[in-house]
Protein backbone atom coordinates (compact mmCIF):
# COMPACT_ATOMS: atom_id res chain seq x y z
CA UNK A 1 0.00 0.00 0.00
CA UNK A 2 1.55 3.19 -0.66
CA UNK A 3 1.98 5.87 1.70
CA UNK A 4 2.44 9.95 1.87
CA UNK A 5 3.48 11.24 5.33
CA UNK A 6 4.24 14.99 5.15
CA UNK A 7 6.15 16.69 8.47
CA UNK A 8 8.21 19.74 8.75
CA UNK A 9 5.18 21.77 9.29
CA UNK A 10 5.03 24.71 12.12
CA UNK A 11 5.06 28.08 13.08
CA UNK A 12 6.85 30.56 10.94
CA UNK A 13 7.82 34.99 10.78
CA UNK A 14 7.45 36.42 7.83
CA UNK A 15 10.58 36.29 5.78
CA UNK A 16 11.66 32.78 7.41
CA UNK A 17 12.34 29.55 6.31
CA UNK A 18 10.83 25.59 6.62
CA UNK A 19 11.52 22.70 4.81
CA UNK A 20 8.54 20.46 3.84
CA UNK A 21 9.22 16.60 3.87
CA UNK A 22 7.02 13.81 2.34
CA UNK A 23 8.23 10.05 3.26
CA UNK A 24 6.60 7.83 0.58
CA UNK A 25 6.09 3.71 1.63
CA UNK A 26 4.78 1.22 -0.43
CA UNK A 27 6.62 2.38 -4.31
CA UNK A 28 9.97 3.87 -4.81
CA UNK A 29 9.69 7.59 -5.43
CA UNK A 30 11.57 6.94 -8.82
CA UNK A 31 8.37 4.83 -10.41
CA UNK A 32 6.13 7.74 -9.62
CA UNK A 33 5.26 9.92 -12.94
CA UNK A 34 5.25 13.15 -10.72
CA UNK A 35 4.91 14.42 -7.48
CA UNK A 36 3.54 17.54 -6.23
CA UNK A 37 2.35 19.82 -3.38
CA UNK A 38 -0.48 21.66 -3.10
CA UNK A 39 -2.00 23.92 -0.04
CA UNK A 40 -5.27 24.93 1.44
CA UNK A 41 -5.86 28.05 3.49
CA UNK A 42 -8.16 28.35 5.55
CA UNK A 43 -11.96 29.30 3.42
CA UNK A 44 -10.04 28.66 -0.10
CA UNK A 45 -9.65 26.27 -2.97
CA UNK A 46 -6.89 23.91 -2.85
CA UNK A 47 -4.04 25.44 -4.63
CA UNK A 48 -1.10 23.76 -6.42
CA UNK A 49 2.35 24.61 -5.35
CA UNK A 50 4.66 22.81 -7.23
CA UNK A 51 5.54 19.63 -9.12
CA UNK A 52 8.52 17.55 -9.94
CA UNK A 53 8.40 15.09 -12.48
CA UNK A 54 10.39 11.51 -12.59
CA UNK A 55 12.97 13.55 -14.74
CA UNK A 56 13.54 15.90 -11.52
CA UNK A 57 11.63 18.82 -14.29
CA UNK A 58 10.07 21.49 -11.43
CA UNK A 59 7.52 23.76 -12.35
CA UNK A 60 6.21 26.27 -9.58
CA UNK A 61 3.04 28.63 -9.39
CA UNK A 62 3.44 31.78 -9.71
CA UNK A 63 2.92 32.45 -5.84
CA UNK A 64 6.33 30.56 -4.92
CA UNK A 65 8.14 30.98 -7.97
CA UNK A 66 11.58 32.54 -6.97
CA UNK A 67 11.07 31.47 -3.00
CA UNK A 68 9.79 27.68 -2.89
CA UNK A 69 12.17 24.57 -4.51
CA UNK A 70 10.98 21.11 -4.65
CA UNK A 71 13.15 18.12 -4.94
CA UNK A 72 13.00 14.25 -5.10
CA UNK A 73 15.73 12.47 -3.30
CA UNK A 74 15.67 8.98 -5.04
CA UNK A 75 17.80 7.65 -2.27
CA UNK A 76 15.67 8.61 1.23
CA UNK A 77 12.43 8.59 -0.85
CA UNK A 78 11.09 11.58 -0.03
CA UNK A 79 9.39 14.57 -1.47
CA UNK A 80 10.87 17.72 -0.41
CA UNK A 81 9.69 21.62 -0.68
CA UNK A 82 11.91 23.78 0.79
CA UNK A 83 10.03 27.39 1.26
CA UNK A 84 11.61 30.55 2.12
CA UNK A 85 10.48 34.67 2.36
CA UNK A 86 7.80 33.02 4.14
CA UNK A 87 4.46 35.60 3.75
CA UNK A 88 1.17 35.34 5.67
CA UNK A 89 -0.30 34.22 2.57
CA UNK A 90 1.35 30.96 2.69
CA UNK A 91 -0.64 29.92 5.48
CA UNK A 92 -2.17 26.90 4.96
CA UNK A 93 -2.40 23.38 5.01
CA UNK A 94 0.52 21.32 2.98
CA UNK A 95 -0.78 18.28 1.12
CA UNK A 96 1.96 16.08 -0.93
CA UNK A 97 0.88 14.01 -3.90
CA UNK A 98 2.11 11.18 -6.64
CA UNK A 99 0.28 11.24 -9.74
CA UNK A 100 0.55 8.62 -12.43
CA UNK A 101 -1.94 6.35 -14.30
CA UNK A 102 -4.08 5.36 -11.35
CA UNK A 103 -5.90 8.13 -9.30
CA UNK A 104 -3.66 10.63 -7.25
CA UNK A 105 -2.52 9.20 -3.59
CA UNK A 106 -2.25 11.95 -1.09
CA UNK A 107 -0.83 12.68 2.15
CA UNK A 108 -2.48 13.91 5.23
CA UNK A 109 -0.87 17.04 4.95
CA UNK A 110 1.83 19.34 7.63
CA UNK A 111 0.09 22.99 8.99
CA UNK A 112 2.89 26.01 8.24
CA UNK A 113 1.37 28.95 9.78
CA UNK A 114 3.19 32.57 9.10
CA UNK A 115 3.04 34.89 11.19
CA UNK A 116 3.36 39.26 10.51
Known amino acids: QVRLVESGGGLAQTGESLRLSCVVS?????????MAWFRRAPGKEREWVATCTRSNTATYADSVKGRFTITRDNGKNTLDLQMSSLKPEDTAMYYC?????????WGQGTQVTVSS
Open 97 to 105: SAHGDAEPI
Open 26 to 34: GITIRSIAS
